[in-house]
């Protein structure tokens, strides 16, 4: 193999450095969709939940309550209570399936980092030991 020049070694390190610089960036661009997609998942089921819990209970509380009051003879203030407990269970199971999808996105590109810190190390040993391995 024959030796390098010095500034052909500069040009190789450059052109390595802007190689591994897109390498990188396109990993962390992958990793920082994928967290972004299930953040967007989970809040929109925590959104969705409390939506519902809202526009629900305006509704409810007009047929259902008045059906409950009519049809089983309740009192106007239970019939109120019983549509707001039932809604409140829709709106926390919502919530609650939205919690672990929240809790597992996360969109810090590590393995973009862990790559990127790989580098500069390699790159450290070079300068140390120009004509070495490169690995």
């Known amino acids: 193999m024959a030796e390098r020049s010095i500034s052909q070694l ?28 299930k953040l967007g998942i989970g809040a929109g089921l925590a959104i969705g939940g409390l939506v ?17 009051h009519e049809g ?11 549509v707001f407990a039932a809604l409140a269970i829709v709106a926390v199971v919502l919530v609650v399936s939205a919690v672990p999808i929240l809790k597992s996105a996360n969109p810090t590109p590590k393995t ?17 030991n120009p004509g070495g391995p490169r690995r």
């Open 10 to 37: 500069i040009k190789d390190i450059g052109s390595d450095t802007r190689a591994l610089a897109n390498e990188s960036k396109a990993l962390a661009k992958a990793e920082v969709s994928e967290g972004a997609k």
């Open 52 to 68: 519902f819990l809202y526009f629900g209970a305006f509704a409810a509380l007009f047929a259902v309550v008045a059906a409950l």
């Open 72 to 82: 089983a003879g309740w009192p106007w203030w239970l019939s109120f209570l019983v």
């Open 112 to 128: 973009a980092i862990a790559e990127a810190k790989g580098a500069v190390a390699s790159f450290r040993r070079a300068l140390k």
